[in-house]
Structures are given as C-alpha cells and as structure tokens.
C-alpha cells in the first residue's frame, strides 16, 4: 500500500528558509508522479511543483520561482521542497501527493494518495 509520510514545516519569519519531506513507502519514486500542493486559509488548494515519474520538473506558482526547488533522492524514497525566502503569503497546509501519471499537473483530482500535510506558518 502506498504511504506518503510528510516532516518538516513549522513556524519561520518572513525570509526565512524551511525544508519539507515527503518520504514514499510502498513503492518506488520512479513509479509515480509526485505533486506539492498547498492551502491556505480561505483558499482553494493549488499546484506547488511536481516531479514526474521520469524525474521532470515543475513549478506552478511564479512567485516560486528562484524560491521553491523541488528534489527527490532515489536511494531514500524521499522528496524534498526546499523554500527560502518565504513570505507571509506562503502560509499554508503543504501536501504531497501521488499519481500514477507519467506527467506533471497541478489538477489534485489526478493524485490519488495524499500524505497527511503539514503547516508552514511564514510570520514575524
């Protein structure tokens, strides 16, 4: 069964860097195609950045870029977002997710598996 095991997040001030961990059991990376995804309060849920199954890259928030960077290390299992210089706007539940789609999209209805998100609260 595949499980997707998130850490990292907490509070940091405007600024600031967090790392977030999405580590995938059950299956290898390889095998799915795995999105970020975040909600903030009052908010619908949206596209962060995805990895597809081939290991291609991207962001769909370009207040990200330069700012989120997405990896994955394939003898761990295990994604990474990494975020620096974070803004009070990217407050937010964080999500990781998998599908098994060959490409990246920002549609959630495509993820079938959901780590349980953790809170990343960017404040002063």
């Known amino acids: 069964q595949l499980q997707l095991v998130q850490s990292g997040g907490g509070l940091v001030q405007p600024g600031g860097s967090l790392r977030l961990s999405c580590a995938v059991s059950?299956?290898?990376?390889?095998?799915?195609?795995i999105g970020w995804f975040r909600q903030a309060p009052g908010k619908e849920r949206e596209g962060v950045s995805c990895v597809s199954r081939i290991g291609s890259r991207t962001n769909y928030v370009d207040s990200e870029k330069g700012r989120f960077t997405m990896s994955r290390d394939i003898a761990k299992n295990t994604l990474y977002l990494e975020m620096n210089s974070l803004k009070p706007e990217d407050t937010a539940i964080y999500y990781c997710?998998?599908?098994?789609?060959?490409?990246?999209?920002?549609?959630?209805?495509?993820?079938?598996?959901w780590g349980r998100g953790t809170q990343v609260t960017v404040s002063s």
């Open positions: 059950g299956a290898t990376l390889d095998a799915y195609t």
């Open positions: 997710a998998a599908g098994s789609m060959w490409y990246c999209t920002d549609a959630d209805a495509d993820f079938r598996s």
